[in-house]
């Protein structure tokens, strides 16, 4: 199977930071994956180099195949850790914006889950609250038909119950030939619906495996050996 996003010797460095030191990485169709690492060690960047935000200095950084560009962008649906829309949209002109933007939107999808979660489509963002905005944000993303879902830190700001509503609506709205990396610091939160994940320290890849494999042959969560690899 090809790789949905692919990493060769990939580098970014800002001034004399290296924010990641040419990492070689490859994820597949069909998986979902946790980006997982302390504060700093390159997830977001990772993240922005996919989305095609950022240049490489140095390696390249594939996705289905291509360089990160118009194209590449149309099969890529992306949640930043902070709300990109303008705050007097309500939460219907998000909608209609994103049928507009994006072909692949799937507007009545968007529509049940706005109302499953209890949000009104006249509201507007700026009086939503945290969680509201978090919730129309990631409602706007899975509801496109999307080959790779980069979601950074989907579940920061909510409560239990709605984190378990999103990691459901996450799994139950992508396809299945697309690939979902979630980078998140709650590991225990979103471990259940993992099938692997990739460690970051400092801008290297220090583990990638399957979930299965770590409860296997190390007899640990996933939580537990991130915290053995990161404890000070």
Request: glycine share 8%.
């Amino acid at each position: 199977m090809s790789s949905i996003l692919e990493c060769k010797a990939l580098q970014k460095r800002y001034g004399l930071k290296d924010a990641l030191c040419g990492i070689n990485l490859s994820l597949e169709p069909g998986r979902i994956i946790g980006l997982l690492g302390p504060n700093g060690s390159g997830k977001t960047t990772l993240i922005k180099l996919a989305c095609g935000l950022l240049t490489p200095t140095g390696g390249e950084i594939l996705i289905d195949g291509q360089k990160p560009s118009k194209e590449t962008k149309a099969i890529v649906s992306y949640l930043p850790e902070r709300m990109a829309l303008p705050t007097w949209m309500t939460a219907k002109q998000a909608m209609d914006y994103y049928q507009d933007f994006y072909s692949d939107f799937r507007r009545d999808t968007a529509e049940d889950m706005l109302a499953r979660l209890g949000l009104d489509e006249r509201q507007t963002i700026r009086s939503m609250s945290k969680g509201m905005r978090e919730k129309l944000q990631l409602i706007l993303v899975m509801s496109r038909a999307a080959k790779l879902y980069l979601l950074d830190e989907p579940i920061g700001g909510v409560d239990p119950a709605t984190r378990d509503y999103i990691l459901k609506t996450i799994i139950g709205n992508y396809n299945e030939d697309a690939a979902v990396v979630i980078s998140t610091h709650l590991i225990a939160d979103v471990e259940q619906v993992l099938d692997e994940v990739v460690f970051l320290r400092q801008g290297n890849v220090v583990l990638h495996r399957s979930v299965d494999d770590i409860r296997e042959a190390e007899g640990k969560s996933v939580d537990e050996l991130f915290r053995q690899v990161f404890a000070y």
